[in-house]
């Protein structure tokens, strides 16, 4: 069943997708807020989302908001933060059972009015949020953030990013850090609600079976957002590499060595190369038939894992492996040999074929699941790009093996780390 997508401005800053669609048995509605991206505000943004979703003023406890819910039969409610570019986002999103068996119920106007308490009527006490709720986030995120050295290849990636781009809101990581949250409290953290309630840019969507106008007069009533809403940079202005590679060696206790090499370019998603660099990405190391994966790992053997990843909104390629202590040098000379001759235009027919058939696959499945296809659209709005999967696709399959090529000599080797925990070879 094709979808149908309708768009509409509910207010300066705020912008509804309605996607109808009677192919899955839920509704889903997603509420996405834009703000900067620095330290203290990710922080901030971090805590604030997981306060807002331990009780509404109607149910203030978390018991019985968490009652309220499951009264919705089972309805779930997700909160969290994310960094796309240089901005970062809060997301909200509650997804009800659509059911010819359910008559009791109207699945969107309850998925809205859940988001609705949450966002515009949260839990107060003494006209701040609720002190112990505070105190008991701010201990959960400060011990999150610490243990993110617990997952190495993540923390590793976080780490290069860190180093590559020191000065540039990119480096922040998404959660924050602990000493901004020293001098939080419930007062502050209110105050910081209202900043964001009146000043972030907000995208919805909405996707279900529904009549699109009852679903737009049910989204304006239910979010009538006001305030001064400037539009923020998603897309990082360009930042010239150094002349000289960064190279960098970190210490912990690892079993296994993880290799992170950054790359920029100019090429961004509103760039005339983005469908060819990210098909330079995908044949570099984006599938198990990659070029890295068969020559790194399968034919030399120098790696356990190897892979590429490519950030449109950061014009950022990194190359990420796992590798034994002594294989590091000549780990690093064959990915610079690999990377150099693919962006030569060695690039085969095959290799193109089959890396186009990987994305292409990979964009058919997002309509598969309502909160891929939220996410996409959130995604493609805030660069500007096409919205239509279809015309995607053909975008990409007319991608040639010279713009591959063209598209692989624009990125420049930036950053070389290792998180190790003994000297690397």
């Not at 570019?85 to 109207?106: A, V, Y």
């Not at 000493?179 to 969507?205: P, T």
């Not at 150099?340 to 696959?361: F, N, R, Y």
């Not at 999967?389 to 990409?396: H, P, T």
Request: charge should be negative.
């Amino acid at each position: 069943m094709k979808e149908k997508v309708k768009y509409s401005q509910l207010a300066p800053g705020v912008r509804l997708a309605l996607i109808k669609s009677g192919k899955f048995k839920t509704d889903l509605v997603s509420v996405y807020l834009k703000r900067p991206l620095d330290k203290a505000e990710a922080t901030y943004n971090t805590l604030l989302a997981r306060v807002l979703e331990r009780g509404t003023k109607r149910y203030p406890t978390t018991q019985t908001f968490n009652a309220h819910l499951d009264n919705l039969y089972g309805a779930l409610l997700y909160s969290d933060v994310t960094k796309i570019g240089e901005i970062h986002i809060l997301q909200f999103k509650t997804q009800l059972p659509r059911s010819p068996w359910i008559l009791d119920m109207n699945p969107l106007k309850e998925a809205i009015g859940i988001l609705n308490e949450i966002i515009f009527e949260p839990a107060l006490e003494n006209g701040a949020f609720i002190s112990a709720y505070v105190d008991q986030e701010i201990e959960n995120l400060k011990q999150e953030i610490e243990s993110r050295t617990n997952d190495k290849s993540s923390y590793a990636m976080d780490r290069m990013v860190e180093h590559m781009c020191p000065d540039e809101p990119y480096s922040v990581y998404t959660y924050g850090d602990v000493a901004s949250l020293e001098a939080m409290n419930a007062e502050k953290l209110y105050q910081h609600y209202l900043k964001v309630l009146h000043e972030a840019e907000i995208d919805i969507v909405v996707f279900g079976d529904f009549e699109f106008e009852d679903a737009l007069s049910e989204c304006r009533t239910a979010f009538a957002f006001s305030g001064e809403r400037n539009a923020l940079q998603v897309i990082s202005p360009w930042r010239n590499s150094l002349g000289k590679v960064k190279e960098i060696v970190e210490r912990t206790d690892v079993n296994q060595a993880k290799l992170v090499i950054g790359y920029r370019t100019e090429i961004s998603g509103e760039h005339p190369l983005y469908y060819p660099a990210m098909l330079f990405s995908t044949v570099l190391g984006g599938t198990p038939s990659s070029r890295l994966f068969n020559r790194v790992r399968e034919q030399e053997s120098l790696c356990y894992y190897i892979q590429s990843k490519y950030d449109r909104f950061k014009g950022l390629l990194m190359v990420m492996a796992g590798i034994d202590k002594a294989t590091g040098s000549r780990t690093t000379e064959l990915i610079d040999e690999v990377f150099e001759d693919l962006a030569s235009g060695s690039v085969t027919q095959e290799e193109l074929d089959i890396a186009k058939k990987s994305i292409v696959s990979g964009l058919r499945s997002i309509t598969d699941f309502p909160n891929s296809y939220s996410n996409f659209l959130f995604s493609q709005w805030l660069s500007h790009e096409e919205l239509d999967i279809e015309k995607i696709i053909s975008k990409v399959n007319q991608v040639s093996a010279a713009q591959l090529s063209e598209a692989g000599k624009t990125f420049k080797k930036d950053t070389w780390y290792v998180l190790t925990g003994e000297d690397i070879e």
